[in-house]
Nanobody, 115 residues
């Protein structure tokens, strides 16, 4: 019943910006944590940024100062503003939502940073 709809990926040049969005649809329980993980080619899935319902955030070390997570609770949507993108940011970005203690993952959206 729960669906995570991801949007905003694409290709940009180094130094560019992209905004990712993820919206939770369907019948849902209260949303605890929302955010994004990513998995580069041949790599493990790593934390990008997450935000708890009360506003606390956690960022991966490699994106601190460049990415900003925000949340629109009324729309069940989380946004990730990505600035100063680097080639090493190239990955499949996957939306993560915790409904209570249940983990939910999106299908992933491609972000490619290249010159």
């Amino acid at each position: 019943q729960v669906e995570l709809v991801e949007s905003g990926g694409g290709s940009v040049q180094p130094g560019g910006s992209l905004t990712l969005s993820c919206t939770v649809s369907g019948r849902i329980r209260p949303i605890n944590i929302m955010g994004w993980y990513r998995q580069g080619p041949g790599q493990q899935r790593d934390l990008v940024a997450v935000m708890a319902s009360r506003g606390g955030t956690d960022y991966g070390d490699s994106v601190k100062g460049r990415f900003t997570i925000s949340r629109d609770n009324a729309k069940n949507t989380v946004h990730l503003q990505m600035n100063s993108l680097k080639p090493e940011d190239t990955a499949v970005y996957v939306c993560y939502v915790a409904l209570g203690f249940d983990d939910n993952w999106g299908r992933g959206i491609q972000v490619t940073v290249s010159s």
